[in-house]
């Protein structure tokens, strides 16, 4: 049986702000995968043949990946096609109580596989997948940071690397590298508490109002060429972005020349891309960062294709991109609104998540997240049909892989 299935990946990074690897979450549609067994079989199912066709390496960008493993799937034989060398076993502390299952893990770290304990405890039999473990996962999500010490002492003296997963600021994350945690996840990454380290770039304003003048009918193409002139690196890397393959490879050989053979809507979009690119710094935070902003993008450019014409694809396609741009440039929303001049229905999504293209941002959050219920309820609110959400979140990395790549 075919079933739709939903995957996501959540970053996890090192105490350096290094990529490290990903979680790989997935669903069976949009109403989850555990309201009956056959659909959670056919889920597993699925998942494990997913991760095999799409090329794992191709999902994570050659990182480790992080795949949940039930019991099902331990003794049904489907964990072990996956690739070894690539993924890391999510196994639950429950297996510990079941022999039958501690037998399939061993035999399968003795075969290289990798593993790590989901929502670790140190509890009397935690010794028993410890010894088959290489991480340990603690939810840091509610807890305080100190209640977990016994927890993290136990990985330590067991020389398992701990992952703090559920980290939503940056304060916890702080906390939780103070502590000796090693590897951290969840959306701190995101938060726009992490502007404050450092300045605005100034390439970042003026890209920002190359943008507000691009959308400004009373500024003459000639105009709006100088100012793009003016900085050197900037013309150099926007004349290689839109002759990118990425772009089409047009044989473009000046801005003037872009401007006038294609319009001002598509250097719109080259400057947003552009924006993101080059806010992108050394650290795999805002590398990441830089993705999802690009992700976001395609992501709602492609579903407001699917809406019948009610949806601006061009404009969905900004706000996707505009979403986290306060994180990457380092200002406060409100001024990277103001300085880019974006319409007001861009304006009203980004600053309260209103109107139809809050919603559809929205609902590209809540997919990030793998909320599903909340994708499914924001999807009866847009005008969209027969959108593969899979395929589409598929496409959008693979596309954004492309622009950082450019």
Same mark, same amino acid.
């Given at each position: 049986?075919?079933?739709?299935?939903?995957?996501?990946?959540?970053?996890?990074?090192?105490?350096?702000?290094?990529?490290?690897?990903?979680? %790989?979450?997935?669903?069976?549609?949009?109403?989850?995968?555990?309201?009956?067994?056959?659909?959670?079989?056919?889920?597993?199912?699925?998942?494990?043949?997913? !991760? %095999?066709?799409?090329?794992?390496k191709q999902v994570t960008g050659g990182k480790p990946a992080f795949v949940r493993a039930t019991s099902s799937m331990l003794v049904e034989g489907l964990v072990q096609l996956l690739p070894r060398s690539r993924v890391v076993i999510q196994v639950p502390p429950t297996f510990a109580d079941r022999a039958d299952l501690l037998i399939s893990c061993r035999q399968m770290f003795r075969e290289g596989f990798r593993f790590a304990v989901d929502d670790f405890v140190a509890a009397d039999n935690a010794d028993r997948l410890l010894e088959i473990a290489r991480y340990v996962r603690i939810d840091m999500s509610t807890d305080a940071v100190g209640d977990r010490e016994k927890d993290l002492a136990m990985a330590g003296e067991a020389r398992r690397p701990a992952i703090a997963t559920g980290i939503e600021t940056v304060e916890r994350w702080e906390a939780c590298r103070e502590l000796g945690f090693?590897?951290?996840?969840?959306?701190?990454?995101k938060s726009s508490d992490r502007m404050s380290v450092q300045s605005a770039p100034a390439q970042s304003i003026h890209i920002l109002r190359l943008l507000r003048l691009a959308r400004d009918p009373g500024i003459s193409n000639r105009e709006l060429e100088d100012a793009i002139r003016v900085d050197p690196t900037l013309t150099f890397r926007l004349l290689k972005l839109v002759n990118s393959a990425a772009m089409g490879g047009r044989g %473009?050989?000046?801005?003037?020349?872009?401007?006038?053979?294609? =319009?001002?809507?598509?250097?719109?979009?080259?400057?947003?891309?552009?924006?993101?690119?080059?806010?992108? =710094?050394?650290?795999?935070?805002?590398?990441?960062?830089?993705?999802?902003? !690009?992700?976001? =993008?395609?992501?709602?450019?492609?579903?407001?294709?699917?809406?019948?014409?009610?949806?601006?694809?061009? !404009?969905?396609?900004?706000? =996707?991109?505009?979403?986290?741009?306060?994180?990457?440039v380092k200002l406060p929303m409100e001024e990277v609104v103001e300085t880019a001049g974006l319409p007001r229905g861009v304006e009203e999504a980004l600053l309260s998540r209103k109107g139809p293209f809050g919603t559809a941002l929205g609902l590209a959050e809540a997919y990030e997240e793998g909320e599903w219920a909340i994708v499914s309820a924001l999807t009866h609110e847009l005008p969209i049909d027969d959108l593969d959400f899979s395929t589409t979140y598929s496409d959008a990395v693979s596309w954004s892989k492309g622009q950082l790549d450019a």
């Open positions: 049986m075919r079933v739709e299935l939903l995957l996501v990946r959540e970053p996890i990074f090192d105490a350096e702000g290094e990529l490290f690897g990903y979680e %790989i979450r997935h669903s069976v549609g949009l109403n989850g995968a555990s309201s009956a067994g056959s659909d959670e079989s056919a889920s597993e199912t699925e998942l494990v043949h997913s !991760l %095999i066709d799409s090329h794992l090693k590897l951290f996840q969840g959306r701190f990454f %473009i050989e000046s801005i003037a020349h872009a401007i006038q053979l294609l =319009g001002r809507i598509p250097l719109q979009r080259w400057l947003t891309v552009l924006l993101v690119a080059t806010t992108r =710094g050394p650290g795999g935070y805002d590398t990441e960062l830089a993705m999802t902003a !690009l992700v976001r =993008g395609r992501f709602l450019e492609i579903l407001a294709q699917a809406s019948r014409g009610e949806l601006d694809d061009g !404009l969905s396609f900004l706000v =996707g991109m505009f979403s986290v741009m306060d994180s990457l």
